[in-house]
């Protein structure tokens, strides 16, 4: 079974308290659990230690960012523990530099991760529709997908050498919201990823 890092991102506001996001993380915790994981939580609003969160990083198999997309990317509360846990873990916990060398300055810029094994899987809620992205007569994202629009979280993870397992969002739920739905979804979508045999669940 593997050990899994869940990452509760949510930036609490009045009109938008991080109640999915708290169902979502709670949901995969219990979940896991059941299935014979062994998993941590930490909901970066409460705080946090940047030391134990590099500790849990190195320790986890999977690493899963359960956070709210709020203009176009990860909220800044939720940055700002990116800025100082992926900071203190730049002394080759998580990585050892950038990946590129003396006898290569150019090249091979953010390959120099050490979590090389570890999995990553977003899981965003979003107010825009799922019909806003991939395609490309919609004007705003214009064929845009939600993984496109989260690339940097995306390269974060590279930057330290992990790759991904499939995202999983939901969406328009600040105007149109299908909870119920979404829920189902997201049960059904940590069935698929971490069925017996997959990576994931090793």
Known sequence: MSKILI???????????????????????????????????????????????????????????????????????FKKYMDEVYTAGMDGRLCAGDGRTADAPKANYGMGGSLTGTRYMLSATLNAPAEAFDDPTEPFFEGLSMDDLLRPLHLNAKFFGMSPLPSFGAFDVMKNAEIDADIARFDRHLASVFAPGNAAAA
Do not use: C
């Open 7 to 77: 990452l509760n991102g949510a930036q609490p506001y009045g009109f938008a308290p991080g109640k999915l996001n708290a169902t979502l993380t709670e949901r995969a915790k219990d979940w896991l659990t059941q299935q014979g994981h062994e998993v941590r939580v930490t909901t970066v609003a409460e705080g946090y230690d940047p030391e134990a969160e590099v500790e849990s990083h190195v320790w986890a198999d999977v690493v899963i960012l359960q956070f709210p997309v709020n203009w176009m990317g990860a909220p800044w509360s």
